[in-house]
């Protein structure tokens, strides 16, 4: 059963009859319809103009471009951003090297709950089809969403619950419908989004779908799947259907707006690493937000946001279920905006988090567990002439309990407490009009979660035995972060180099490669983690017919200083270039990404080639009466080259048997109204 904390449903009723005694007609738009300028609110809740830590947004065309079936091969190519790549079906971001639970992952600045962190196998319920925008934050800037930011947030944005009116007093209906094919995997995808109401409320519906067949790569493999033994330009069990729904409203005031929302999301996808392993996935999410803005006194805003997720996913072997993981969990969150203090301003707020597991079945591979999680947070602004000083410190409590298993045993018995304790230091520079230089610098303290501690089996998914340790510390890590950046016009170049230091951090080490399957344990040690990301567009040719050229590159150094050894699935150096052509209605694009050889592995663990993959896309767009339609086609790895990928432990646990995917064009149309 879904259930809302009772102080959630409080707080709501009460920011609900702030906006209904507010609430009166505005004009927010010009015929009916508002279109809202993207703005990057994850490590920004002040508003500042400029931005001090590292940010990427994927938003309108490009985000439809790059969209793939998963959030991590989506970002996959940004500066500082790698993937998981557990096949097409499951991959989280990677961060600067950075991975699992130190990667937040967030719901429109909300955490989300779900066992993606758990295992490379498990994906994450969210598909790129119905989302507005991305923000990628790198680096552990966003210190109000925990120690577990230290590598990054990726904070999805899909307007479930509106924030602003999108009418006028008239009201009316907007949306966008979009439906695409692509030849690699057989896909059909499509999603539609609705939104109606006016200057009072808003209501939001949204429904996608896709299915997919087994993957293209370039090259033959055998797949064994119903007593019979094939070879294929396939990727064996990497066939997936997925499947969504959304209904949210929000009813707005003068002064502040409350809404909630239901989503539902399934996925019933192949799991690569074994030929005849399957995942169920189905997630529910109750989600309620507000805000109180304009107060009097010394607090100025008020906002809340609370959810609820059931989350469980079954793990099959040739149909028969094996295990049934589940996880659910709830949320609150409050933040508010203080009147100045002198020169300062800034936002507290105090955040709750209450988490249940349980695995079930034929295979066992952790106990029952229960973490409750609370914390205070401060970030404090000092505008200067010269540009600006940011200070936020977050103090959490952490309770970590195992609760055995009813039908196994082996496993530790006992809860663990941790009392993490963060900060981070940020400026702005504005050296002169095109320039800017940027530094953070925080002192981080992540507590192990669950299945760090008490995982202890084999994982019949991932084809490997995981290995807990019920004795692990905090993990703490100092981290500096320095940037420089020019734009002028529409030309822009950034420029990043980071260092992160961790005591006690927490890995999931090859343990022993001679057992079948291979031993993989979870370990603390001395680690580093170094780097430098680039990124720049450029105009090449301005007037009707314009030419950019877009270039990006980024290198992680990643090592075990307790061993002496490289740190594992780490990305190597890569470097990329786009050129796009755009004249009226038209645009086109053709570039490529150069990965090098990744030999910095640890003693034991394979090695991989270095390769660059092409690709080209185009788009149309044009008006029919009020609607929007963009045609849009994109073809990727254009040479059909064999590729792995470093930072996929598919890589090592099943060397050869599962490469990226081969040549595919994507082709669709959105029509927006």
Not at 133 to 138: C, H, N, P, Y
Not at 442 to 461: C, I, K, L, W
Not at 663 to 671: D, F, K, N, V, W
Request: charged residues 20%; hydrophobic residues 40%; glycine residues 10%.
């Amino acid at each position: 059963m879904l259930r809302v904390v009772p102080a959630c449903g409080l707080l709501g009723i009460s920011l609900l009859g702030w906006a209904a005694q507010d609430a009166r007609a505005q004009a927010v738009a010009e015929e009916g319809n508002a279109t809202l300028a993207p703005v990057t609110v994850t490590a920004n809740p002040l508003g500042a103009a400029e931005q001090i830590a590292p940010v990427s947004v994927l938003a309108g065309e490009e985000l439809t471009q790059r969209g793939q079936s998963t959030l991590g091969q989506t970002l996959d190519g940004l500066p500082g951003v790698s993937s998981t790549y557990f096949g097409p079906n499951a991959s989280r971001p990677v961060i600067r090297g950075l991975d699992g639970e130190r990667i937040r992952l967030l719901s429109n600045g909300a955490p989300t709950t779900d066992l993606s962190g758990q295992s490379y196998d498990h994906a994450v319920p969210m598909d790129p089809l119905v989302m507005e925008r991305v923000e990628v934050v790198r680096g552990p800037a966003a210190l109000q969403y925990g120690g577990n930011a230290v590598g990054g947030v990726v904070n999805v944005i899909d307007n479930r619950i509106p924030r602003e009116p999108q009418f006028d007093a008239a009201g009316g209906v907007s949306g966008r419908a979009d439906a695409s094919l692509a030849t690699g995997n057989r896909e059909r995808a499509g999603a539609l989004v609705l939104e109606a109401g006016n200057a009072r409320y808003t209501v939001h519906a949204d429904v996608m779908s896709r299915n997919a067949q087994d993957m293209s790569v370039p090259i033959t493999l055998s797949c064994s799947r119903g007593g019979a033994t094939i070879q294929a330009q396939r990727l064996c069990n990497s066939a997936a259907r997925s499947w969504g729904g959304a209904l949210g409203a929000s009813v707005f005031g003068d002064e502040g707006y409350f809404g909630l929302s239901v989503t539902s999301y399934g996925s019933e996808y192949g799991t690569v690493a074994e030929e005849n392993v399957m995942i169920d996935m189905q997630t529910v999410r109750v989600a309620l937000e507000g805000e109180r803005r304009r107060l009097q006194g010394p607090l100025q805003s008020l906002k809340v946001q609370a959810s609820r997720t059931e989350y469980r996913h079954t793990e099959l072997d040739a149909g028969a279920p094996l295990t049934l993981f589940r996880r659910d969990g709830s949320d609150l969150r409050l933040q508010t905006r203080h009147a100045p203090l002198g020169p300062f301003e800034g936002v507290l707020g105090l955040q709750a988090e209450s988490s249940r597991y349980s695995a079930d079945g034929d295979t066992v591979l952790a106990p029952f567990s229960r973490t409750r999680q609370s914390a205070v947070f401060v970030q404090e602004d000092l505008p200067r002439t010269w540009g600006r000083l940011s200070v936020g410190v977050r103090a959490e409590s952490v309770q970590v309990a195992s609760q055995g298993h009813p039908t196994a045993s082996g496993f530790f018995v006992g809860q663990r407490s941790f009392q993490p304790r963060s900060f981070a230091l940020g400026s702005l520079w504005q050296l002169a009009p095109a320039w800017q230089l940027t530094g953070n610098f925080s002192s981080t303290q992540r507590a192990p979660r669950d299945y760090e501690m008490f995982v202890n089996g084999y994982h019949v998914a991932t084809n490997t035995t995981d290995v807990g340790n019920p004795d692990l510390g905090l993990e703490r890590s100092r981290n500096l972060d320095l940037g420089l950046a020019w734009k002028q016009g529409a030309d822009r170049v950034q420029l990043q180099a980071f260092l992160h230091e961790f005591d006690n951090y927490i890995g999931l080490m090859l343990s022993d490669a001679s057992t079948n399957p291979a031993t993989y344990r979870y370990d603390q040690m001395q680690a580093r983690f170094r780097g430098l990301e680039a990124g720049s567009d450029l105009r090449l040719m301005s007037g009707p017919r314009r030419l950019d050229l877009n270039l990006r590159g980024d290198v992680v150094r990643a090592d075990n200083l307790s061993t002496g050894q490289p740190l594992p699935r780490i990305a190597p150096m890569r470097l990329g270039a786009t050129f796009v052509v755009s004249e009226g209605k038209w645009s086109a694009r053709i570039g490529a990404d150069r990965l090098a050889a990744q030999d910095r592995v640890p003693e034991g663990q394979r090695a991989t080639a270095g390769y660059t993959l092409w690709h080209a896309g185009a788009s149309y767009r044009t008006k029919v009466e009020r609607s929007t339609l963009l045609w849009y086609a994109r073809l990727e790895n254009i040479g059909n080259t064999l590729a792995y990928s470093a930072s996929s432990i598919l890589t090592q646990s099943v060397p050869g048997r599962a490469p990226l995917p081969g040549r595919s064009l994507r082709a669709g149309l959105q029509i927006s109204f």
